[in-house]
C-alpha cells in the first residue's frame, strides 16, 4: 500500500512539473516571441504567416546549402539572391573564401559535399517595427566519406515584398562566426550589418 502511494505520488509530481516546462518554454522563447517551431510543424503565433515562414525556411535552407558546397566544393555562392546588405554580403564573401582557403591548405576539398539535409529547429518572429523571422537551422552536410552536423541561425525580414537574410550565425567551438564575432551571440538585431565596422 505504502509503495502504491509513493508510485502514485511521484508520478503526479512528474507530469506537474514536466506540464509547468512545456508551458514555460512555449510562452517564453529566446527572442522574445511566444512563437516556437520543432521541425517544421505548425506555428503557435497566428500573426505570422504559415506561407512567409515556410518562404523564410526555403530561403534560409538554399543559402545555407550552397554556402556548404561554397566551402567545401568551391562552387560560387551569390550572396545578392539572399542578401541585400553590402555588409553582410563582404562579410560571408569572406568567410567562404577563408573557409575555402583553410580546407584547401589542410588538403580536405577531395571529400565533396554531396548533400545538405535541413531541419527548422526552431522558428519565432523577432519583436519590433518590422517582421523579421528568426530560424535556428540544423544542417547535416552529407560528404564522399562520412557527414558532419552544424547549427546556423538566420534573421529572415520582408523587404519591400522580397524575404532577404539580415543576418546569420553559424555556432560552433572553431567556427568562423564564433571566431570572428565572439561565441554565443544572441541572434535578435536586423540592423546588425547596417554600421559599416
Not at 535556428?136 to 523587404?159: C, H, P, W
Request: with cysteine; charged share 25%.
Amino acid at each position: 500500500m505504502k509503495h502504491t502511494y509513493l508510485v502514485l505520488l511521484f508520478v503526479t509530481m512528474w507530469l506537474t512539473s514536466a506540464c509547468e516546462q512545456s508551458d514555460r518554454s512555449v510562452n517564453k522563447g529566446e527572442h522574445g516571441s511566444p512563437a516556437t517551431q520543432t521541425g517544421r510543424g505548425t506555428i503557435n503565433n497566428l500573426s505570422l504567416s504559415a506561407l512567409d515562414s515556410e518562404k523564410a525556411y526555403e530561403l534560409s535552407a538554399e543559402a545555407l546549402s550552397e554556402y556548404y558546397k561554397a566551402i567545401w566544393n568551391g562552387l560560387e555562392f551569390d550572396g545578392s539572391r539572399y542578401m541585400d546588405n553590402p555588409n553582410l554580403k563582404l562579410y560571408t564573401e569572406k568567410k567562404i573564401k577563408s573557409q575555402y582557403n583553410l580546407f584547401r591548405k589542410n588538403n580536405l576539398t577531395y571529400n565533396q559535399v554531396k548533400e545538405v539535409k535541413m531541419d527548422a529547429e526552431k522558428v519565432d518572429i523577432v519583436e519590433g517595427e518590422q517582421k523579421v523571422y528568426y530560424l535556428k537551422m540544423n544542417a547535416r552536410i552529407i560528404k564522399d566519406v562520412g557527414e558532419y552536423a552544424e547549427s546556423t541561425e538566420f534573421l529572415v525580414q520582408d523587404l519591400k515584398g522580397k524575404l532577404i537574410i539580415v543576418d546569420w550565425y553559424t555556432s560552433g567551438k572553431d567556427s568562423y562566426d564564433s571566431i570572428m564575432r565572439g561565441e554565443s551571440q544572441v541572434i535578435n538585431n536586423p540592423a546588425i550589418w547596417e554600421n559599416s565596422e
